[in-house]
């Protein structure tokens, strides 16, 4: 079954609406819809007072018309009765100043009372609705994310480093503290990051990523304990922020989960097709289990300042593109438009008005068609390709990025753009996750890297893989330190080269490769090859003639070395390229579409329209349209358009 709704919020509207409510959820094929994340107030009302009575009234209702209900934990929200009691519980922003009630996530992660308080909120949430036949999982709170620096995270993190390191010989060794005399000798000495420090030791600020988003882990497994024992039979996820949010290491976080969930705002960042592709790709890499959309944009959106409206197509185009990606599940955000609040502008699939209009029609459309689509589309296949995306690494450049106009996620989405320009189906995995089955693996600005992963990677290389590796990789030791040898670091045999120089780079500077003349911008760097051949050469600047870009052989495979941040025509070029030697290639020649190939056995193509043109779309052969249950043989898509075949 495929799970299809939206995020509702009948605590916000009279209840003498919620059966029309339900009943136009009803008529748009939903089945499922997500309560409670936000309502700690109305649930609790009174300290160990609680009122579960209206939700009773809700779910019963949504039962009666077919839908299920995920229930979220309400911890992102705590009431104003607890921060009142305990002020403590607020966290801290970077300078150390409190933030204060009003709005939402404002609590400190490591605070030992929030703990207990979370604990009591989610094990009687979870005795009273464990059996309930409706209720088919929890979202635990909502979009993780806040970090602190308050007292309370300073004592957590001198713990935290002390468990670490053991001894503050090893920590100071490790931060290279005898730089500007920051050696420590009290656990109690050493700071936050805090901005009122012009600019804190990168070795500390990098350990504190970790120990925050190590902090989350531990606040979520508390909540996930608590279900486990309680509702066994109810699954459990979280709703993740998009790509772009770096600052705690959702590898992590997704692994006490049954399955990932993400909020996809295309008109809040990643409109183009290969940024929203991305999203998807990344939620799917978090965990094994196909993944849910939690929250899908479903108009105009915005605290402050709105969004475009999304244009007649665009909410069907985006739903079918989860889908094409493997999703298992998508709600949008929200049914109806808040009258009040922050989120007022926040325009749902319903306006303030509550009548159903254009937006609401073309996502009941969707639902029907998902409903007919349902039993092709079970499963999704694993990509022969795969980009190794590492949070050590995000940490380590948000820390110190080392030039303007270059970003750890600038270079992966130009990366994967790339791929995506070709149709090439690329996951998005961790760096400890399996390279078996790959063809071809992309380790873009790898600066931190342990030794071990570096073994696997040549292992994998040895047998038969294809591997590409960007500059600044393999230049930091785990404490954050730069290596004390040639880069890149542990790579270097594995590249069978040194790098002799580089430079961020002031202004572009030419490449010749394969005939053609391509630009690097950013970031260059020197090569000095040993075991590897030269495959381009720098053209213009001070190192015209010198290799920028090498390949070596090692065993059964091959290792591409691109020393320079390449623009995005030639990645397209080397990577299809790369992709070509391993026998890879687009599940259709289609240019200016999306396709993908998905289900079980991959026999249905997915052809998606990203533009406001029509787009033909040759076909080899006759397939089978599964929205229209007719044959075709060729088909063009309307702007905005979508095309579900079967072979």
């Known amino acids: 079954m495929f799970y299809f709704g939206a995020d509702y919020y009948p605590e916000q509207w009279p209840e003498s609406r919620w059966e029309l409510d339900t009943r136009l959820m009803q008529a748009a094929h939903f089945n499922v819809v997500r309560l409670g994340e936000f309502a ?152 936050l990051p805090w901005s009122t420090s012009l600019v804190p030791n990168p070795s500390l600020a990098l350990d504190y990523c970790r120990f925050m988003s190590e902090a989350f882990v531990k606040y979520q497994a508390l909540q996930v304990g608590i279900l486990r024992d309680l509702a066994p039979d109810q699954w459990i996820t979280h709703n993740f922020m998009s790509f772009g949010y770096d600052r705690l290491n959702y590898h992590h976080l997704a692994r006490d989960l049954d399955f990932a969930s993400w909020d996809n705002y295309p008109l809040l960042g990643d409109a183009d097709p290969s940024g929203l592709a991305l999203g ?204 004390d040898q040639p880069l890149p670091g542990v790579l270097a045999g594995l590249c069978g080269l040194e790098v002799e120089e580089y430079e961020a780079l002031p202004a572009a500077r030419s490449i010749e490769w394969d005939g053609q003349c391509w630009q690097a911008e950013g970031w260059a ?14 053209s213009g600047g001070p190192w015209a003639g010198q290799p920028a870009i090498t390949r070596c052989q090692l065993g059964r495979g091959r290792v591409t070395y691109v020393g320079a941040f390449l623009e995005a025509g030639a990645w397209a070029s080397l990577l299809n390229q790369e992709a070509a030697h391993r026998g890879v290639q687009a599940p259709l020649p289609a240019p200016g579409l999306e396709v993908r190939r998905t289900g079980d056995s991959g026999s249905v193509l997915y052809l998606l329209n990203h533009t406001a043109q029509p787009r033909p779309a040759p076909l080899p052969g006759s397939y089978q349209d599964l929205l229209h249950d007719t044959k075709v043989q060729g088909i063009e898509l309307p702007p905005w358009g979508v095309a579900v075949l079967g072979e």
């Not at 039993?375 to 980009?387: D, F, N, V």
Request: contains cysteine; glycine residues 8%.
């Open 40 to 191: 700690w107030s109305l649930l609790e009302p009174r300290e160990g007072s609680f009122d579960f009575a209206w939700l009773d009234r809700a779910i019963a209702l949504l039962h009666r018309h077919g839908i299920s209900v995920v229930l979220g934990t309400p911890t992102a929200t705590p009431p104003a009765w607890l921060i009142t009691r305990y002020p403590e519980i607020l966290p801290a922003r970077e300078d150390g100043r409190r933030w204060t009630f009003g709005h939402r996530r404002h609590y400190c992660v490591s605070n030992s009372t929030y703990h207990q308080y979370t604990q009591r909120i989610v094990e009687a949430l979870a005795r009273h609705y464990c059996n309930h036949q409706a209720v088919i999982g929890w979202q635990i709170d909502n979009e993780f994310g806040t970090y602190c620096y308050c007292p309370t995270c300073q004592r957590a993190f001198q713990a935290w480093l002390n468990k670490r390191y053991s001894s503050l010989e090893a920590l100071n060794q490790a931060w290279g503290t005898r730089f500007w005399s920051q050696v420590y000798t009290a656990w109690e000495q050493i700071p």
């Open 280 to 483: 998807h790709s990344f939620i799917r890499g978090l965990h094994p289990r196909p993944f849910w959309v939690m929250e899908a944009q479903a108009g105009p959106c915005g605290w402050e300042t709105l969004s475009r409206n999304p244009l007649p197509g665009q909410l069907r185009l985006w739903s079918h593109q989860a889908l094409a990606h493997g999703a298992a599940g998508l709600l949008y955000f929200r049914w109806r438009t808040a009258l009040a609040g922050t989120e007022q502008l926040w325009h749902g699939l319903l306006d303030h008005h509550g009548q159903p209009g254009r937006r609401y029609q073309e996502v009941a459309q969707t639902g029907s068609e998902f409903a007919r689509l349902a039993a092709h589309l079970k499963g999704t296949l694993r990509a022969p390709i795969a980009l190794i995306l590492n949070y050590e690494d995000r940490f380590a450049f948000r820390i110190q990025p080392q030039t303007t106009g270059l970003s750890y996620d600038g270079v992966f989405r130009r990366l994967f753009a790339a791929l995506h320009r070709h149709n090439l189906p690329c996951d998005v995995l961790g760096p400890d996750d399996s390279l078996a089955g790959l063809a071809l693996v992309i380790l873009p600005m790898a600066q931190i890297l342990e030794p071990a992963q570096a073994a696997r990677l040549e292992a994998y290389v040895r047998e038969g893989g294809s591997l590409v590796v960007t500059f600044r990789s393999g230049i930091r030791t785990s404490d954050g330190q730069m290596v």
């Open 525 to 538: 760097e020197l090569l000095r090859p040993e075991a590897a051949e030269t495959v381009a050469r720098y």
